[in-house]
Nanobody, 125 residues
């Protein structure tokens, strides 16, 4: 099991940038896939980006390709999400998730066993 704490959210103007961090506690962090998801009010949690255990494989939702970058530092037990050119429709609570006993990432939130508490991002127009 992995305990996760997100940080780095806040208020940003459209076109601005933010970098989210997800700090993990737990011996299995460096061996499992990680994902970033977001959930807007009244909507389901949706996949944003994922990364495998080593950082050698990443994937993104079509809507964020070219603007967001996921990365991880296993020595620091942290996964990051660099977000550029943010738009108002991306206002949501952003969550990081950790797979259990799985080295790869997936876009399905039901396949992540551990979640952080989320961090709010508000993009103003």
């Amino acid at each position: 099991q992995v305990q996760l704490v997100e940080s780095g959210g806040g208020l940003v103007q459209a076109g601005g940038s933010l970098k989210l961090s997800c700090a993990a506690a737990g011996r299995t962090f460096s061996s499992v896939g990680m994902g970033w998801f977001r959930q807007a009010p009244g909507k389901e949690r949706e996949f944003v980006a994922g990364i495998n255990w080593s950082g050698g494989s990443t994937g993104y939702a079509d809507s964020v390709k070219g603007r967001l970058t996921i990365s991880r530092d296993n020595a620091k037990n942290t996964v990051y999400l660099q977000m550029n050119s943010l738009q108002p429709e991306e206002t949501a609570v952003y969550y990081c998730g950790a797979r259990r006993l799985a080295a790869g990432y997936t876009s399905l939130p039901s396949l992540y066993g551990d979640w952080g508490q989320g961090t709010q991002i508000t993009v103003s127009s």
